[in-house]
């Protein structure tokens, strides 16, 4: 997992994802996570379906951005929240192997400064 955070490059040292089994028609879920040696902490979740999901969409799709155990800036529309900017592009899905680029600028939660990050060139 690599990106430039505002414009600085960014590598997940440590990197874990999950998927979830869709329900009746609905595609499941993708998480992917990583953090670097600076307590950065970078969480993705959207459906789990090859192709773009952009958080304006309909489909469920997140982006945090945490400063070691603190949650600091997000993008998500979930229940309303209206933060932020994002995409999503799911490029392979299979039993064994998801993979998948992503952008956001995320608005800080708590106050934090600065008021928003900008995440962009990502890769998982």
């Known amino acids: 997992?690599?990106?430039l955070a505002d414009g600085v490059p960014w590598t997940g040292l440590f990197v874990s994802g999950s998927t979830s089994?869709?329900?009746?028609?609905?595609?499941?879920?993708?998480t992917v996570s990583g953090s670097d040696r600076?307590?950065?902490?970078?969480s993705i979740a959207g459906p789990l379906a090859v192709g773009g999901h952009d958080l304006d969409g309909p489909s469920y799709v997140t982006?945090?951005?945490s400063q070691?155990?603190?949650l600091r800036w997000s993008a998500n529309k979930i229940?309303?929240?209206g933060r932020g900017l994002?995409?999503?592009?799911?490029?392979?899905?299979t039993p064994t192997r998801v993979a998948g680029r992503f952008s956001f600028t995320a608005v800080t939660t708590t106050g934090a400064s600065p008021e928003t990050?900008?995440?962009?060139?990502?890769v998982f």
């Open 38 to 42: 600076s307590g950065l902490f970078l």
């Open 1 to 3: 997992m690599t990106a």
């Open 68 to 70: 070691g155990l603190a």
């Open 86 to 93: 994002g995409s999503l592009i799911i490029t392979t899905a």
């Open 117 to 122: 990050r900008t995440v962009t060139n990502g």
């Open 21 to 30: 089994a869709g329900l009746s028609g609905f595609p499941g879920l993708v």
């Open 79 to 81: 229940f309303g929240l």
């Open 63 to 65: 982006f945090d951005l």
